[in-house]
T-cell receptor
């Protein structure tokens, strides 16, 4: 799997959009971008994933650059409950290999 | 009802002991996993079972032995515990094996193991 690089921490004001970047410059054509988050003392929670098109669901939007070397997870209206560690992972769905979650970005949503 | 449940949530034990962590999922999923999260929050796959059969076994010491009595359960037994085994262990499940476009893993709440 391609490696990812994320900032270790970010702050966001409550009610504002949180934009979490992820660099995956060595991504290959078959690799998807996945985002999970882990709220303190809980198990990781799936957020969204995509291949090359932008994706949106009830939790977030995923913007993938045209060259696929980076992506941004957008939480449109961050709440205090969105404070968590956000993990960006890339993997090949056809390879049968498993996820390894790196250090992630610790997002702190402040009132 | 909790989708993926693990017991115990906390486990404190002495070096050299043998302990087990149990995991059950009520989602009807075919594939279950064990992950280990270290102090730096890196989460690494240990094992994966599909319909009670082992499909992934990463480089994990032989002291760790998963057991899957049925596809809803995947237990983790650890022999001769060492200090370095202290970590949070997460069980997870998915509808299809990870080699397919399953997209989503469902994780349990984690079991914090402390070896003294």
């Amino acid at each position: 799997d391609a490696k990812t690089t994320q900032p270790p921490s970010m702050d966001c004001a409550e009610g504002r959009a949180a934009n979490l970047p992820c660099n995956h410059s060595t991504i290959s054509g078959n690799e998807y971008v996945y985002w999970y988050r882990q709220i303190h003392s809980q198990g990781p929670q799936y957020i969204i994933h995509g291949l090359k098109n932008n994706e949106t669901n009830e939790m977030a939007s995923l913007i993938i650059t045209e060259d696929r070397k980076s992506s941004t997870l957008i939480l449109p209206h961050a709440t205090l409950r969105d404070t968590a560690v956000y993990y960006c992972i890339v993997r090949d769905n056809n390879a049968g290999n498993m996820l390894t979650f790196g250090g992630g970005t610790r997002l702190m949503v402040k009132p | 009802d909790t989708a993926v449940s693990q017991t115990p949530k906390y486990l404190v034990t002495q070096m050299g002991n043998d302990k087990s962590i149990k995991c059950e999922q009520n989602l009807g999923h075919d594939t279950m996993y064990w992950y280990k999260q270290d102090s730096k929050k890196f989460l690494k796959i240990m094992f994966s079972y599909n319909n009670k059969e082992l499909i992934i076994n990463e480089t994990v010491p032989n002291r760790f032995s998963p057991k899957s009595p049925d596809k809803a359960h995947l237990n983790l037994h650890i022999n001769s515990l060492e200090l370095g085994d202290s970590a949070v262990y997460f069980c997870a499940s998915s509808h299809l094996p990870w080699g397919t476009n399953t997209g989503e893993l469902f994780f349990g709440e984690g079991s914090r193991l402390t070896v003294l």
